[in-house]
């Protein structure tokens, strides 16, 4: 499955390369339109000290690290929220009856490797953040976990989405607020939103151990809502619950289709 799905990326990868100015310049263009969101919170800090308790270095850390999360998902995996297309044209019943699994072939439709764009600006966020925040050998392990954490979290809304649209045909902006409304959420400390929100992100759709339950632990922050130390380490058994809750909601929604009819 992996090989299958790395040979159809390669495949729209070499057809996007067959117009380096176009391919150069979009991959650009991901760059610095995304880059417009830690601009604002440059413009935040130029007008206070703080955001959420939290200092320029330290939102820099969490938006960083939760960007570089979900643009790799994002890159990877959210063409699967384009279902509701294949669903509309018919042409699902073609990916259905090849011997590849739906889920890789719709991830891979129409690879957009230009998205790289937007991988390497959070990645250099995170880069210039980190020397800032002089992290301890003993819990810099935990960068790395909470982006790998990320990917599947943020890949997980997305199969979550696109299952949803099996219902939904006509409504992908409903998958949408909560795939890039999740992204833009967790570019924030949560301490900036209502304790109810904080709630619905930690308890429902676990987006706060993305960034920032294992965040508060790299960076030796209290929980604002005074939960145990110990649930920051919470963030593999997060993503592996909701890979598996997204893999049942997408076979559900794979069994569900009955073709267009036509």
Do not use: K
């Not at 604002?224 to 919470?234: E, I, M, Q, S, Y």
């Not at 890979?243 to 559900?252: D, E, V």
């Amino acid at each position: 499955m992996v090989r299958t799905y790395a040979l159809l990326v390669w495949t729209w990868t070499r057809a996007a390369a067959q117009y380096p100015l176009s391919f150069a310049l979009m991959t650009a263009g991901g760059f610095v339109v995304s880059g417009l969101d830690i601009a604002v919170i440059w413009v935040i800090f130029a007008n206070t000290s703080s955001l959420g308790g939290f200092g320029l270095a330290e939102v820099m850390f969490l938006y960083g690290s939760a960007g570089l999360a979900f643009a790799i998902a994002d890159l990877l995996f959210s063409n699967v929220d384009r279902i509701s297309e294949h669903i509309r044209t018919g042409t699902l019943d073609a990916i259905l009856i090849r011997p590849v699994s739906p889920f890789v072939q719709v991830a891979a439709d129409r690879f957009m490797p230009h998205r790289i764009g937007r991988v390497a600006q959070a990645a250099v966020v995170l880069g210039i953040a980190l020397p800032r925040l002089d992290v301890p050998a003993g819990r810099a392990w935990m960068i790395l976990v909470m982006v790998a954490c990320g990917i599947v979290i943020f890949t997980s809304v997305w199969a979550l989405g696109g299952a949803v649209q099996f219902l939904l045909t006509d409504a992908p902006e409903v998958a949408n607020a909560f795939t890039y409304g999740g992204g833009m959420l967790t570019q924030y400390p949560l301490s900036v939103y209502g304790d109810h929100i904080v709630r619905g992100v930690t308890f429902i759709l676990p987006l706060a151990f993305v960034n920032w339950q294992p965040g508060l632990y790299v960076l030796g922050r209290d929980d604002p809502l005074g939960l145990p130390h110990w649930v920051r380490f919470l963030s593999p058994a997060a993503a592996v619950a909701l890979a598996l809750i997204a893999a049942s909601a997408w076979r559900a929604g794979i069994r569900r289709y009955r073709s267009t009819g036509s």
